[in-house]
Nanobody, 115 residues
């Protein structure tokens, strides 16, 4: 499973951003997906997860009500709609996949929120 993130960038506090994660292969609809992030000097933390069909999602308390994780299995792509962004959301955002008892990671996309 190969994962490629895109759509990060610089945004003002309060603004939106929607990074995406494209996955290779024909098994995307069998893969549990998620987003993690890592801020400078901090440990990587889970942001959100989504089941194979997209029917169930889970969020970190810090992003509930502001972020929405979705997936389009026809396009092998996952998204993270981020609204009401805060400076503390600044981090490298990583897409991850869990498939056949293994985790896979993308290279990350930088999200910077200015105050």
């Amino acid at each position: 499973v190969q994962l490629v993130e895109s759509g990060g960038g610089l945004v003002q506090a309060g603004g939106p951003l929607r990074p995406s994660c494209a996955a290779s292969g024909s098994t995307f609809d069998s893969i549990v997906m998620g987003w993690n992030r890592q801020a400078p000097g901090k440990q990587r933390e889970l942001v959100a997860t989504i089941t194979t069909s997209g029917g169930r999602t889970n969020y970190a308390d810090s992003v509930k009500g502001r972020f929405t994780i979705t997936r389009d299995n026809a396009k092998n792509t996952m998204y993270l709609q981020m609204n009401s962004l805060k400076p503390e959301d600044t981090a490298v955002y990583y897409c991850n996949a869990y498939y056949l008892h293994k985790f896979y990671w993308g290279q990350g996309t930088q999200v910077t929120v200015s105050s």
